[in-house]
């Protein structure tokens, strides 16, 4: 298990009760309301000592404060985890640990925290569990499951069975390796893939750029394409005119590198569109990949905006955002 060195602290041998007391409450959120700029860090250091000794019945509680974190406060809360496995090991409320894992409505990083505890304190069960996670939306319990399917495919006493776990894996993988595994197999096989057609990727594009983001500051900035909604052929940045360009990528899974078109630029921004053709109105899931600041509209709505930078590679399916199709032509418009 990961363990957060960097916290240097007088353990306390208080076991407080967490169930009522408001006090355990604010000290939990002292955890989360750390931001990533150090504000809050004194009330955290404070608080974490009382945390990390509160009974393994508190665990649920942590967990589920992880989903209001950040990515630090989640490493303060999970330390403290830690530490209360290590010292009650034999007293963890192994049944509430599975219900709050089996539960999607948690954030990703909190149910593989519960995993981690189930695979470290009681490792049978938490094997049991990882063929149900085939079709989780947390990308490191997904993998689990997966990789079963890999292994079994590897070991199978024919290869027939091995082609139909493999196209199962092909299916149900997010992780790139684990596909490319897959796709390798089943093609050594005799078979063709299309990741891009089976995936239901979107190679064809246009792009208009770059505008100017310096301090970062164009992501809230309407350029052009943005206010007409993509729909007007040219428009101006610093330097003159700009207009739509044609862009098809060749990447097996669909990777738009709009660097290919106006090279490693700096503290830039620019669009992106193309359409997609519904045979119907339906709900569907819009699935995007990328690291950088972005937003997206669809037929002109605004459906989602993320001002954040560099966190993690990009990967298959790193967002899932809700959204609605209309029969016939759906304009995607994405700021990047």
Known sequence: ??????????????????????????????????????????????????????????????????????????????????????????QLPIEKIIVFLQDYSNEGDAREMAFQILQSEQPSKANQLIPSFINDPAPVLRQKAVELILNKAKNSSTKQKAIKLYHRAL????????????????????????????????????????????????????????????????????????????FSTQDELGLVDINKIYGELKEVCAYAKTTFNSESAHSAHFRIGSKNAWKMWVNG??????????????????????????????EILLKV
């Open 301 to 330: 709505t605004l459906l989602f905006s993320r001002d954040e930078y560099h966190r993690g590679k990009t990967r298959i399916d790193q967002f899932i955002i809700e959204g609605k199709l209309q029969e016939g032509e759906n």
């Open 1 to 90: 298990m990961i363990k957060l060195f960097s916290i240097i602290c007088c353990l306390l041998g208080l076991k407080l009760s967490v169930h009522s007391s408001p006090t355990s409450t604010n000290l939990i959120q002292s955890l989360v309301a750390i931001k990533s700029q150090g504000e809050g860090n004194q009330e955290a250091m404070k608080a974490w000592p009382l945390v990390s000794n509160f009974p393994p019945s508190a665990i649920p509680q942590l967990l589920d404060a992880m989903n209001r974190a950040n990515n630090l406060g989640d490493n303060w809360i999970r330390a403290a985890i830690e530490k209360i496995c290590e010292q009650n090991a034999t």
């Open 171 to 246: 299916m149900q993988a997010r992780e790139v390796e684990q596909i490319k595994e897959a796709s390798r197999e089943l093609e050594e096989a005799g078979e063709k893939i299309n990741l891009i057609q089976l995936m239901g990727l979107l190679p064809e594009w246009q792009l208009m750029g770059p505008f100017d983001n310096s301090e970062r500051k164009g992501f809230s900035v309407e350029y052009g394409p943005e206010s007409e909604k993509g729909l007007t052929e040219q428009h101006k940045n610093k330097d003159g005119i700009v207009k739509w360009e044609k």
